[in-house]
């Protein structure tokens, strides 16, 4: 949907904490909060509508020149499981099966009828606190593969019983994953809660 520039990096690269960054890695996915940039393409919000989605970045052959006035900002996220632990939910269009089974795992969990709008204000609550990423805390044992926990100010992938480091270009780190104690984790509760009964997020290769 979107070619890359090959210039300078834009900030339009998003991290697990849903910070919008510069840098080189493009990633898996393509995503928007609404106008988030000016005339010069510099970021001036961090978001402007509840809506936060995560898209194909290849869709009915659809091109986009990245950051045009007035038009929507176009994000770029590592993987889907970046996606999530940044607070966006899959775009009802470009990936409408994805949407929805999202859609269902979310009925079945919280009751239906579950609309987006209706999903969109639950998640909204539950990744700011204010205007900073909220975070909630949970036991290590219970959180499934693919959500984002932050320990000493770097964002970790669960995954398969170790922790994966996030990097704008793939997972470069791993570590144990801990038996006990708590982890700030940083996907919305919600999100979480899909991923435990049976949500697929796709993960960067890098992985393993």
Not at 70 to 77: A, D
Not at 112 to 129: F, G, I, K, N, T
Not at 152 to 162: F, H, I, K, M, Q
Request: aromatic letters at 8%; one cysteine or more.
């Amino acid at each position: 949907m979107s070619r890359s520039t090959r210039s300078r990096p834009l900030q339009n690269r998003v991290t697990p904490f849903g910070e919008l960054v510069a840098v080189r890695g493009r990633g898996l996915l393509m995503g928007n909060r609404g106008v988030l940039h000016d005339g010069e393409r510099r970021i001036v919000r961090p978001w402007q509508v509840r809506r936060w989605i995560a898209c194909l970045t290849d869709f009915r052959g659809r091109y986009r020149a990245v950051m045009q006035p007035r038009r929507y900002t176009e994000l770029f996220f590592l993987d889907e499981a970046t996606a999530f632990a940044a607070g966006h939910r899959p775009c009802a269009e470009c990936r409408h099966a994805d949407y929805r089974r999202f859609r269902g795992l979310w009925e079945a969990r919280y009751g239906a009828p579950a609309s987006a709008d209706a999903m969109d204000r639950v998640l909204h609550a539950e990744r700011l606190e204010g205007r900073q990423k909220r975070t909630h805390a949970a036991r290590f044992a219970g959180l499934p593969d693919g959500a984002y926990v932050a320990l000493e100010g770097t964002a970790w992938l669960v995954c398969r019983g170790e922790l994966h480091a996030w990097g704008d270009a793939g997972y470069a780190r791993r570590r144990r994953r801990p038996r006990n104690g708590d982890a700030d984790v940083l996907t919305p509760p919600s999100i979480v809660a899909l991923l435990a009964a049976g949500l697929p997020v796709a993960v960067h290769p890098s992985a393993g």
